[in-house]
């Protein structure tokens, strides 16, 4: 029964200035950040994980760092497929200056549409962020099978094989990942909102995913102003 944690990073500079941050290098977490970031890893409900897979940009790198504290992981390695999205020219601007770009409502109201100016398309961060997760998913499935061949073969009847990923990653790629799970149009993946420094969980034992949780964190209200803090992009 794979199940897949997806972890924001933490509260960063770029969030607290309301700076759209994307590829930009030396954009860190806050001490704040790292303290909130801290409270939610334990409300995890797994602390084992076959994988620990995160964004190569250090906001991601510095929120991995701090989870493989909380847990323990087979492997951990930074996966290109995670990265930000790239915003191209919008890159290091002001959240409410680009809102009044034309832009921007294509972005808000029809997601698939929108490529960035000099960057990438929702669309292309998408398909490669759900098709690293389908990858991951695959290879806990072919795992599991192995260990419950083995625990066969002994007689080891010790209840399900069951094998956890967590991948650390950025807003609007794991709201893509969302979105695709729950089967949700690519359009309306503006409808979630997934706070930083929080987990959702999404299991992938059945026949369709299942979200058991979304946006959990312990910094809340504090840090957000909102239902978990998914204002702060």
């Known amino acids: 029964m794979p199940v897949?944690?997806?972890?924001?990073?933490?509260?960063s500079s770029?969030?607290?200035?309301?700076?759209?941050?994307?590829?930009?290098?030396?954009?860190?977490?806050t001490d704040q950040g790292v303290s909130a970031l801290r409270d939610t890893l334990r409300m995890l409900p797994q602390q084992h994980f076959a994988r620990l897979l995160h964004?190569?940009?250090?906001?991601c790198e510095q929120t991995a760092q701090i989870a493989a504290s909380a847990i323990s992981a087979d492997s951990a390695a930074a996966v290109d497929d995670l990265i930000e999205l790239d915003y191209g020219d919008w890159t290091?601007?002001?959240l409410k200056d680009l809102g009044s770009e034309e832009l921007w409502k294509t972005v808000i109201d029809e997601a698939s549409q929108?490529?960035?100016?000099?960057?990438?398309?929702?669309?292309?961060?998408?398909?490669?962020?759900?098709?690293?997760?389908?990858?991951?998913?695959?290879?806990?499935?072919?795992?599991e099978r192995t260990e419950a061949d083995q625990r066969t073969q002994?007689?080891?009847?010790?209840?399900?094989?069951?094998?956890?990923?967590?991948?650390?990653?950025?807003?609007?790629?794991?709201?893509?990942i969302i979105a695709d799970a729950l089967a949700m149009p690519l359009d309306d993946f503006q409808r979630l909102s997934?706070?930083?420094?929080?987990?959702t969980v999404i299991d992938f034992s059945g026949p369709r995913p299942v979200m058991t949780a979304m946006s959990v964190t312990a910094a809340g209200?504090?840090?957000?102003?909102?239902?978990?803090?998914g204002n702060l992009r």
């Not at 209200?221 to 803090?229: A, K, Q, W």
Request: a positive charge; glycine letters at 16%.
């Open 4 to 11: 897949i944690v997806l972890l924001r990073h933490g509260v």
């Open 14 to 29: 770029a969030n607290t200035a309301g700076i759209l941050a994307g590829r930009a290098p030396g954009v860190s977490l």
């Open 55 to 59: 964004s190569p940009l250090l906001r």
């Open 92 to 94: 290091g601007r002001r």
């Open 114 to 143: 929108a490529r960035f100016p000099g960057g990438e398309s929702i669309a292309e961060a998408a398909d490669r962020a759900v098709s690293r997760v389908r990858t991951v998913v695959g290879e806990l499935r072919t795992e």
């Open 154 to 176: 002994k007689s080891d009847d010790t209840g399900p094989v069951s094998r956890w990923a967590m991948l650390v990653s950025h807003g609007d790629i794991i709201k893509a």
């Open 194 to 199: 997934v706070a930083p420094g929080s987990f």
């Open 221 to 229: 209200l504090s840090e957000g102003g909102v239902p978990g803090g």
